[in-house]
């Protein structure tokens, strides 16, 4: 198997961390969970991301003021944001507030870890002039 990419898991829900933990065993995808805005900013710091996964219900901050400052950290991550409800508006805002995709509960596999590898392929083109990521090659 391929190294493990982390992917940071910004939820306050339970059901969130264990749903995405079972759909990525056997996967080269590692979720690092933070469950409010704060612990959200520390890790991707930390945490060389390609991917990272925000719950729009996040403690601690309105999503539309949380993304801009995740997707500005030094690795450029894809965030994808989590959500209830799925709708153009909804996903529109998101892209003009510099967000990825959007990911609907309840979770399924195929869809996850496609949108999953989609955002990777992104991340590792840097485009637009990403910076070089860590991780070299999908599996």
Same mark, same amino acid.
């Given at each position: 198997m391929s190294p493990?990419?982390?992917?940071?898991?910004?939820?306050?829900?339970?059901?969130?961390?264990?749903?995405?933990?079972?759909?990525?065993?056997?996967?080269?995808?590692?979720?690092?969970?933070?469950?409010?805005?704060?612990?959200?900013?520390?890790?991707?710091?930390?945490?060389?991301?390609?991917?990272?996964?925000?719950?729009?219900?996040?403690?601690?901050?309105?999503?539309?003021?949380?993304?801009?400052?995740?997707?500005?950290?030094?690795?450029?991550?894809?965030?994808?944001?989590?959500?209830?409800v799925s709708d153009?508006?909804?996903? *529109?805002?998101?892209?003009? /507030?510099?967000g990825f995709d959007?990911?609907? &509960? %309840?979770?399924? !596999?195929?869809?996850? +870890? $496609?949108?999953? *590898?989609?955002?990777?392929? /992104?991340?590792?083109?840097?485009?637009?002039? &990403? %910076?070089?990521? !860590?991780?070299?090659? +999908? $599996?």
């Amino acid at each position: 198997m391929s190294p493990a990419i982390p992917v940071l898991l910004g939820s306050g829900r339970d059901d969130d961390c264990l749903t995405l933990q079972a759909l990525f065993q056997g996967t080269q995808w590692t979720p690092i969970r933070a469950g409010n805005w704060s612990d959200m900013f520390k890790l991707v710091r930390q945490v060389d991301a390609p991917v990272v996964l925000c719950d729009r219900d996040l403690p601690g901050l309105e999503w539309q003021k949380g993304i801009p400052r995740l997707v500005s950290a030094s690795s450029t991550p894809c965030l994808i944001l989590l959500s209830d409800v799925s709708d153009p508006y909804l996903w *529109d805002e998101l892209v003009q /507030h510099g967000g990825f995709d959007l990911l609907t &509960r %309840p979770f399924q !596999r195929e869809g996850v +870890l $496609a949108m999953l *590898d989609f955002a990777y392929t /992104h991340w590792k083109t840097r485009w637009p002039s &990403r %910076p070089n990521g !860590r991780f070299e090659a +999908l $599996a």
